[in-house]
């Protein structure tokens, strides 16, 4: 069966410092991927989805940037974080193509002090 | 672009009360999913619908996508506290969109 790994769970960042959330899907092969941020009590922002390795699109311009290495493996970066970058990060993956639904890993919560 | 708007965005039940949510978008969508995200949790996809007038149960929700395919619904008969949490919309058309959830509290 397919898995989605996502971690850390929680990471506190002072302003300014970098950041890098990970994500990995196991099971499957040729997903799309996707990271949204949810605002506390908001709903579902999407940041950035791939199709395959090294396609990245972008939804939102701002100081975040996503990679996608390994065809399983999905990274959010920011070389110096706001504090609007607060927030619950989800890594989601679907079966490649459309219409398919996404599973979604636990979450990093994010706070900026 | 594309919108899908969701309401109410909270409510507040008695235990055994019905509950409904209801997503708009401004297109027409080739389908819909509904997503439930308990507190502290992440969302996990519950259906999906495709055709026009589309209604699927699942025990107690009820789910219906509109004649126009730009409108749908989630009903929920006679609420637990396990139903507590944020149900979320997500239409396609091009793109996935999200609305932004119905908070859903229950009062034993």
């Known amino acids: 069966s397919q898995t989605i790994h996502q971690w850390p769970a929680t990471l506190v960042q002072p302003v300014g410092s970098p950041l890098s959330l990970e994500c990995t899907v196991e099971?499957?092969?040729?997903?799309?991927l996707y990271w949204y941020r949810q605002a506390a009590g908001r709903g579902l922002q999407l940041l950035f989805y791939?199709?395959?390795?090294?396609?990245i699109s972008s939804e939102v311009p701002q100081n975040l940037s996503a990679s996608r290495p390994q065809d399983r493996q999905f990274i959010l970066s920011s070389k110096k974080l706001l504090l609007s970058d607060s927030g619950f990060y989800l890594c989601?993956?679907?079966?490649?193509?459309?219409?398919?639904?996404?599973?979604f890993g636990d979450g990093t919560r994010l706070s900026i002090l | 672009g594309q919108q899908v708007m969701q309401i109410p965005q909270y409510q507040h039940v008695q235990e055994g009360e019905d509950f409904t949510t209801y997503c708009n978008s401004s297109?027409?969508?080739?389908?819909i999913q509904w997503y439930k995200q308990r507190p502290g949790g992440h969302p996990v996809f519950l259906i999906q619908?495709?055709?026009?007038?589309e209604v699927k149960k699942q025990k107690r929700l009820t789910f219906q996508f509109g004649e126009a395919k730009k409108n749908s619904s989630l009903h929920i008969t006679a609420t637990q506290t396990t139903d507590v949490g944020t149900y979320f919309c997500?239409?396609?058309?091009?793109?996935?969109?999200f609305g932004a959830g119905t908070r859903l509290t229950v009062k034993p």
């Open positions: 997500a239409g396609y058309n091009n793109d996935m969109r």
């Open positions: 791939s199709v395959g390795i090294g396609q």
């Open positions: 297109t027409t969508l080739s389908n």
């Open positions: 099971g499957t092969s040729n997903p799309n």
């Open positions: 619908l495709v055709k026009s007038g």
């Open positions: 989601a993956w679907s079966v490649g193509g459309s219409y398919q639904p996404q599973h």
